[in-house]
């Protein structure tokens, strides 16, 4: 892909890992994000189902006083080939 590839997939790294860090601090606002995810055992895209950006479909747990949390950030990962990020911005 050659340099400018290169540089562009650490830029796109470095973004993600900025973005995931940024919603672990608010999931841990809301309540204790646990470090373990729920996941399917085969991906559903793999079956024929709605692929997700960048295929990621895991399922956070954020445990509160009153209750716990099911959710993905999934939505709203990048695609992968996408220079601009935010995937379905949900």
């Known amino acids: 892909m050659g340099i400018l590839g290169n540089l562009f997939d650490n830029n796109r790294e470095k973004r993600l890992k900025k973005r995931y860090e940024l919603r ?3 999931w841990n606002v809301i309540g204790e994000l646990s470090s373990d995810v729920l996941v399917h055992v085969i ?8 692929e ?6 895991a399922y956070n747990i954020i445990r509160t006083n009153d209750t716990i949390i099911l959710a993905t950030n999934g939505l709203s990962d990048d695609y992968k080939n996408d220079s601009n990020g935010n995937g379905l911005g949900i």
Do not use: C, E, T
Request: charged share 25%; net charge neutral.
């Open 43 to 50: 991906n559903p895209a793999f079956m024929g189902m709605p």
């Open 52 to 57: 997700w950006p960048d295929l990621r479909q």
């Open 24 to 26: 672990d601090r608010y």
